[in-house]
C-alpha cells in the first residue's frame, strides 16, 4: 500500500498527546532540527528559519509546529528549496472532512469500503488506523473530523448519549495530531427525550440542547461543533414548527456558545418531492430562496456551509450564488472528494483542477471555513483507489492555501507516494491533471449533469432522472436540450452579482462548458468554434473515450509498486468499459432524438 506518509517516517509512538510532541518526533527523525519555539498565539500559523550551521528553527503555536515540521520534511523529501524565512498561514480556520458513515458500518456514498469508526451499531475502530488516518489529515493540514452522517440514523444520535465515553477515547487519538472531532445531530433528537416538540423557539428545547453541550463538552473540550442537515431530503428541521433557518442554527449555537462550539449549518434545502411537469420549480434556485433574506441573522459561531454548486457535486456547476451573496453570514464551502457522481473511485477523477476554478471565484472576507465529504473507508489503502488519495493531500493543500498550483499539488503527492523517475513521475502528474476534462468529455454534455444511473449514480442513463421528483431535468426533445435559466427562463441567474450574470446570460458569449447549465438550445446552434451544438456533443464523447483508452496506455507503463499496481489496472479496466457504455449510450439518445448524423461518420448506433 503507497501513502503519501510513509515516507515522512515511521508510524507515530502510543501515548503522544501533544501536537508539538508528534512535530518533535517527525523533525528528530529527519534530523533537521535546531529548536522548536512554541508561541500560542501563532495557533495554526509556522515561521521556519535556518541557522548558520544548515538546521532550522520552528516558531509556532502547538499546530502551527506541527504544520511546519510537515511543510520542511515534505520539502526536503520533494527536493524543494523553501525561500528562507519561511512563514505560512493557513487561509481557511476549519478546514473539515465530513465523514457520511453509518453506525451499522456502511458509508453513505462510500467507495472504498465499510466505516473507520463504526461497526454493528457501535463505535469501533482499529487505534493504529486512526493514528496513520490522524497523520493522514494533519500533514495535508486538516483540522476537523466529522465522523458520523450528516443523515442521522438510530443509533447515531446516541453519541452524544451512551456512546459519549466512545466519541472522547477517539477524540483523544486525533488530538495529537490537531484534529477536532465534529459530530453530525439529529434536530429532533429532544423529541426522544420527553419533550414533545423540537421547536427551536421552545423553552424546553433550547434548555435540553444546553444540558447536552454542557455533557458532551465535559467529555470532549475541544470538540468543533455540531454538523446539521435540517429539513434536507426527509431531516426535521425548523419548518416543521413554522420557523426559519436562522431559528434552528441559532439554537445550536447559543448551546455551543460557551464552549468556543460552531454550528455547522447545511444548506443543502430544496424540494425533492417535485413533479417533474412544475415548470414554475427551478431547483437550482432553492438554497438562495431559503436563506438569502436571512443574511446577517445568524449568530456568530453559526456557519453555513454551502455545496459548492447550486444543484449536488455534479461534474460541472457554476459556483452556488449564495456563496457570493451572503455577505454578513459566515459560510464554509462545501465540496465532495467522495466520487458520488465522478466516478465512484473507480474511474481517474482528480479534482484539483475544479476546485481551483472554485476557490478562484469565493469572495476574501466571509467564507471561513471549507469543508469535503470524505473519500475514505476501511480498505488497505484508505481510497479504495490508490490515486484517490491525491484528493485528499490536494484538498489540505487548497483549503490550507487556495493560491497553491494545482501541477505543483499533484507533484508532490505523487513524489511522496510513488517517488518515480522524473519522465514517470511527469507522465503520472499530467494524467491526473486531465482526468477531470476527461470524464466530463464522456459524461452528461456541457453542464448539464444528471444523465447518471438513478440512486446508484454510476453509468449513464439519460433520461434515467427526467420523470423523477427531484428536480434535475433536462428536457430534450427532437430539436432542442436543456433548462433556460435567465431571466426570461426561470430567473436563476438573477442571483448573481451583475458581472457573473453577464457572463453567462447570453448564449453566444457563455463559456462552452456551462452553456447548457444556463440555457435550452437547439442542436443546430453554432458554438464558438463555428461546429453545432450536437457535433461538440458527438466530438466531446468520441475524444473523452479515446483520451481514456490513451491514459490506459500510459499509465501501464508505469512502475507502481503491488497492492496499488493491480488494483490500479483493474480499475482501469472497469473505467474503459464505464467510458465506452457513457459514449455510446449519450450519441445514441442525442442521434436518436435529433436524427442529425455525425459529421464525420463515426459509429453511433441506430
Ligand atoms: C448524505 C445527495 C446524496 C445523498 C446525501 C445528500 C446530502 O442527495 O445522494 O447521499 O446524503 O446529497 O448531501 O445530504
Known amino acids: ?77 520533494c527536493g524543494e528549496q523553501l525561500p528562507l524565512p519561511y512563514a505560512s498561514a493557513p487561509k481557511y480556520a476549519l478546514r473539515m472532512i465530513n465523514c457520511w458513515d453509518n453506525m451499522d458500518g456502511s458509508v453513505e456514498r462510500g467507495y472504498a469500503g465499510q466505516s473507520l469508526f463504526f461497526e454493528d451499531g457501535r463505535v469501533m475502530y482499529s487505534p493504529e488506523r486512526m493514528r496513520t488516518l490522524g497523520r493522514l489529515l494533519a500533514s495535508a493540514g486538516l483540522n476537523v473530523l466529522c465522523i458520523n452522517n450528516v443523515n442521522v440514523h438510530e443509533p447515531a444520535q446516541r453519541l452524544l448519549e ?22 453530525s445531530v439529529d434536530f429532533s433528537r429532544p423529541m426522544c427525550h420527553g419533550i414533545p416538540t423540537a421547536d427551536p423557539l421552545d423553552q424546553a428545547v433550547r434548555a435540553w440542547w444546553k444540558e447536552t453541550a454542557a455533557r458532551v463538552y465535559a467529555a470532549v473540550p475541544d470538540l468543533a461543533g455540531f454538523l446539521v442537515k435540517a429539513d434536507s431530503e426527509g431531516r426535521p428541521g425548523p419548518f416543521t414548527y413554522g420557523r426559519n433557518h436562522a431559528d434552528g442554527a ?66 460541472r456547476e457554476p459556483l452556488s450564488p449564495l456563496l457570493l451573496g451572503m455577505k454578513k453570514t459566515k459560510l464554509a464551502m462545501e465540496l465532495q472528494l467522495a466520487q458520488e457522481y465522478t466516478g465512484h473511485q473507480i474511474d481517474l477523477y482528480t479534482m484539483i483542477p475544479m476546485w481551483k476554478e472554485l476557490f478562484g471565484e469565493l469572495p476574501a ?104 421528483l ?56 453554432r458554438m464558438k468554434d463555428g461546429r453545432t451544438l450536437i457535433q461538440r456533443i458527438y466530438d466531446d464523447h468520441f475524444e473523452g473515450l479515446e483520451e481514456t483508452r490513451a491514459m490506459a496506455a500510459a499509465l501501464s507503463g508505469l512502475p507502481f509498486p503491488e497492492p496499488d499496481a493491480s488494483v490500479i489496472r483493474g480499475r482501469m479496466d472497469r473505467q474503459l468499459y464505464n467510458a465506452r457504455e457513457w459514449c455510446d449510450i449519450i450519441n445514441t439518445f442525442f442521434f436518436r432524438l435529433s436524427g442529425i448524423q455525425d459529421e464525420k461518420g463515426r459509429t453511433i448506433y441506430e
Not at 501536537?19 to 535546531?34: K, V
Not at 459519549?164 to 490537531?178: K, M, N, S, Y
Not at 430562496?289 to 456557519?303: P, W
Request: some cysteine; aromatic content about 14%.
Open 365 to 468: 472576507d466571509n467564507i471561513m471555513s471549507v469543508a469535503a465529504v470524505s473519500n475514505l473507508g476501511n480498505d488497505e489503502n484508505y481510497t479504495g483507489h490508490p490515486l484517490a488519495a491525491v484528493n485528499l493531500f490536494t484538498y489540505g493543500l487548497l483549503a490550507w492555501d487556495p493560491a497553491v498550483d494545482p501541477a505543483e499539488a499533484v507533484t508532490r503527492w505523487a513524489r511522496l507516494t510513488y517517488a518515480f523517475p522524473p519522465k514517470q513521475e511527469q507522465t503520472l502528474v499530467s494524467l491526473l491533471l486531465k482526468t477531470r476534462r476527461v470524464y466530463e468529455k464522456y459524461t452528461a454534455p456541457l453542464g448539464i449533469g444528471w444523465m447518471v444511473t438513478p440512486h446508484d449514480h454510476y453509468g449513464p442513463n439519460p433520461s434515467g432522472y427526467e420523470y423523477d
Open 250 to 315: 441559532n439554537m445550536l449555537a447559543e448551546a455551543l456558545k460557551p464552549y468556543g462550539g460552531y454550528a455547522v449549518w447545511r444548506c443543502f434545502v430544496y424540494n425533492c418531492r417535485q413533479d417533474w411537469r412544475d415548470t414554475k420549480t427551478d431547483r437550482p434556485k432553492a438554497a438562495w430562496e431559503h436563506y438569502a433574506y436571512l443574511d446577517g441573522s445568524f449568530a456568530d459561531n453559526v456557519i453555513l456551509q454551502v455545496k459548492h454548486g447550486p444543484f449536488d457535486f455534479q461534474v
Open 162 to 183: 451512551d456512546y459519549l465515553p466512545d466519541l472522547a477515547a477517539l477524540a483523544d487519538l486525533f488530538r495529537p495530531f490537531g484534529v477536532r472531532l465534529m459530530v
Open 470 to 525: 427531484w428536480g434535475t431535468y433536462h428536457k430534450a426533445n427532437r430539436d432542442a436540450v436543456g433548462i433556460d435559466r435567465t431571466h426570461a427562463g426561470t430567473g436563476y441567474l438573477d442571483q448573481y452579482p451583475e458581472e457573473i450574470r453577464i457572463r453567462y446570460e447570453n448564449p453566444e458569449t457563455c463559456p462552452d462548458l456551462y452553456l447548457l447549465f444556463f440555457h435550452r438550445l437547439p442542436y443546430t446552434f
Open 1 to 77: 500500500m503507497s501513502l503519501w506518509l510513509n515516507k515522512l517516517s515511521a508510524s507515530v509512538p502510543a501515548g503522544l498527546k501533544q501536537p508539538a510532541d508528534t512535530a518533535r518526533f517527525e523533525l528528530d527523525q529527519a534530523g533537521l532540527i535546531a529548536d522548536l519555539k512554541e508561541n500560542p498565539s501563532m495557533g495554526d500559523a509556522y515561521r521556519i528559519e535556518q541557522t548558520a550551521d544548515g538546521a532550522f528553527t520552528l516558531f509556532g503555536g502547538q499546530t502551527g509546529l506541527l504544520y511546519g515540521a510537515y511543510r520542511l520534511i515534505t520539502a526536503t523529501l
